[in-house]
């Protein structure tokens, strides 16, 4: 399960994500807004670098697509 989550959430925003929900949770019992904050920016962050690593795996494919397409032997045609 560890491996899944490593695989396809990836490890910098996982952290983030886990230390975000610590914060909350501190937040919550100290009853302090800057902690709540603190954890809705590593939120926001932890978000921010799921979708470049889900963006830099879809170019990864694409472009193994367009080696694949270029050495298919079928010609485009405009």
Do not use: T
């Amino acid at each position: 399960m560890v491996a899944f989550f490593i695989h396809n959430i990836g490890v910098e925003s996982l952290v983030l994500l886990i230390l975000a929900a610590i914060l909350l949770f501190y937040s919550m019992q100290k009853e302090k807004i800057w902690l709540s904050r603190l954890a809705l920016i590593l939120m926001v962050c932890g978000g921010a670098a799921l979708v470049n690593k889900q963006y830099q795996e879809y170019q990864s494919f694409s472009e193994q697509l367009n080696i694949k397409h270029n050495y298919s032997g079928f010609v485009d045609i405009p």
